[in-house]
């Protein structure tokens, strides 16, 4: 999922989906409190991950009562995502532990999801080993060009992380027929997506590394 403390936000500004720009709280990172509501949502998006495997392999892995339950623990958790972000963003609630924390949780709560479907035999394990694998590399790639300078999030990561939970929602729900199979051609698309966006983040990130080479030489 999308970094909400991506340096592609500038601290005086927020941008709500339009052109327009409007003025947001800025409180130097220094003075930011630890236990903020940001950082609160975070925390129980990982908290709710384990609750979430719990309630998927209860019962077999196939009760109908606990496969909409696991469906409502990882909506409520994806939800939380969003919010965070926007609080983060719009009342300059950025601290260390939030940048660590939250794509952490992103990938635990998404990684979880398809892990557990596959162990279930409700999703193709190359098709999770495929998304597991670009997100990790993409984290590691992440953490190396990040010396020299750092990609903002785009809006295809963000259609990516979208379109990947309501695919793992509707895997998730007890569902069968034309339902079930819109859930499977929802995740093939999110497949496609997180492949594309990570060919593209890699492109952005040879192109970084090389400027930041000639900006020091």
């Known amino acids: 999922m999308p970094d909400r ?17 409007t003025p947001m709280h800025v409180v130097p990172e220094t003075q930011v409190p630890l236990l903020n509501i940001a950082n609160v949502l975070t925390i129980a998006r990982i908290v709710l991950v384990p609750l979430f495997v719990l ?3 209860a019962e077999g892995g196939h009760d109908t009562r606990w496969r909409v339950i696991a469906a409502a623990v990882f909506g409520l958790a994806a939800i939380t995502d ?9 009342y300059g609630l950025v601290t260390d532990f939030g940048k660590l924390a939250d794509p ?8 979880a999801a398809l892990i557990g479907l596959s162990v279930l035999g409700d999703l193709p394990w190359w098709i999770t080993v495929v998304i597991c694998g670009r997100e990790i590399s993409i984290t590691l790639l992440r ?3 990040v010396r020299r300078g750092v990609i903002p999030a785009g809006r295809g990561g ?24 819109a859930g499977m ?3 093939y698309l999110a497949l496609a997506l997180t492949v594309a966006t990570g060919l593209d983040y890699v492109g952005q990130a040879g192109r970084v590394w090389l400027a930041g080479g000639r900006s020091r030489s």
């Open 158 to 181: 963000k259609l990516k992380t979208l379109v990947q939970s309501v695919a793992i929602a509707l895997l998730v729900l007890p569902l069968s027929g034309v339902f079930a199979t």
């Open 185 to 187: 051609w929802l995740m």
């Open 82 to 90: 969003r919010f965070d972000g926007q609080l983060a963003r719009k």
């Open 143 to 145: 953490l190396v060009v």
């Open 104 to 111: 952490i949780a992103d990938k635990a709560l998404i990684g």
């Open 5 to 21: 403390h991506s340096a592609s936000v500038r601290p005086e500004e927020i941008d709500h989906g339009s052109s327009a720009v």
């Open 55 to 57: 309630a998927l392999f």
